[in-house]
């Protein structure tokens, strides 16, 4: 049974918002989007002792009480707690707004609050056990210290993934690693795959100390390239190209991992002036190589 009605702010509860990540970035994307075409769906909700639970639209919530509206447009579910709880992945498995760890999070729900077996949360959920049992991994067998920083945005639910494979005992300070050098995603696997391949203590706390120096090998793979078909000079410039390509890959890479909302005014100030100075050199290398370009041509 489902009834649509605008149903007041003060009425809606968040209990179920402890499975989800708070991303203040996208509600703010979602502000901008109340306020230019208005709630374009309803929010999903059942009905609590006291209020009524969202099960899915928290970005709507959170969005619609910072524009001070008083109503949201909510389509009212009679289902259990159980239920719901399992809803909170259907809803979301169309637009994938859900990463790993919040599915994790859905899932050790269903096994710690309504005491059900893997077995019987894959057939509730259409997964099969396997994949239930990786996302459980995310929450039984992480340090706290990496669930903190995946719920800061400081690292992605793939660094995750990976940083599982290690003994518990090590994961603090592979995260640490991780964030204090920015490794993207595939750096991460790669340092943690070398991490795994020794046992001697010395070898692993060099990896973790000069992970860079780890990952030089495959640079030095793709830069030192000849071809033999170009001269002394051209396979300079191949090389020169190929490690230029190869930075700037790392660095928006780098971009893509940060969490930029983390950063506070200062160090916005700080960072500003080095940001523009890279913008300005972009774009003078680009036009320099579409100079050597036109030479060519002409």
């Given at each position: 049974?489902?009834?649509?009605?605008?149903?007041?702010?003060?009425?809606?509860?968040?209990?179920?918002?402890?499975?989800?990540?708070?991303?203040?970035?996208v509600v703010k994307s979602m502000e901008k989007?109340?306020?230019?075409?208005?709630?374009?769906?309803?929010?999903?909700?059942?009905?609590?002792?006291?209020?009524?639970?969202?099960?899915?639209?928290f970005k709507r919530y959170y969005a619609a009480t910072a524009l001070c509206w008083h109503t949201l447009h909510a389509n009212r579910l009679t289902v259990t707690r159980r239920a719901a709880t399992?809803?909170?992945?259907?809803?979301?498995?169309?637009?994938?707004?859900?990463?790993?760890?919040?599915?994790?999070l859905v899932l050790f729900?269903?096994?710690?609050?309504?005491?059900?077996?893997?077995?019987?949360?894959a057939t509730l959920v259409g997964h099969s056990a396997s994949w239930v049992s990786r996302r459980l991994a995310l929450v039984e067998k992480l340090d706290p210290v990496v669930?903190?920083?995946?719920?800061?945005?400081?690292?992605?639910?793939?660094?995750?993934?990976?940083?599982?494979?290690?003994?518990?005992g090590n994961h603090q300070e592979v995260v640490k690693t991780i964030i204090d050098h920015a490794l993207n995603t595939r750096q991460s696997a790669r340092i943690i795959q070398e991490?795994?391949?020794?046992?001697?203590?010395?070898?692993?706390?060099?990896?973790?100390?000069?992970p860079l120096d780890v990952l030089k090998p495959d640079q030095q793979e793709t830069v030192g390239e000849y071809d033999g078909r170009l001269g002394k000079v051209g396979n300079r410039?191949?090389?020169?190209?190929?490690?230029?390509?190869?930075q700037m890959k790392w660095l928006s890479g780098q971009m893509d991992g940060l969490a930029l909302d983390a950063l506070t005014l200062l160090e916005w100030s700080i960072l500003d002036p080095e940001l523009r100075r890279v913008a300005r050199l972009a774009e003078h290398l680009a036009e320099d190589l579409d100079q050597l370009r036109q030479t060519r041509k002409e």
């Open positions: 049974m489902r009834e649509i009605d605008p149903l007041p702010l003060d009425q809606l509860g968040t209990d179920f918002a402890r499975l989800r990540l708070e991303r203040p970035e989007s109340l306020s230019t075409f208005g709630q374009l769906n309803p929010i999903i909700v059942r009905q609590g002792k006291a209020r009524f639970q969202i099960i899915d639209g399992a809803m909170i992945l259907t809803y979301n498995k169309n637009n994938c707004s859900l990463n790993d760890y919040e599915e994790a729900s269903l096994k710690e609050d309504h005491h059900m077996p893997q077995e019987a949360i669930t903190d920083e995946l719920k800061l945005g400081t690292l992605s639910s793939t660094q995750a993934r990976e940083i599982v494979k290690l003994p518990r991490f795994l391949k020794t046992r001697d203590r010395a070898q692993q706390k060099y990896i973790l100390e000069y410039l191949l090389k020169t190209l190929k490690l230029t390509s190869r």
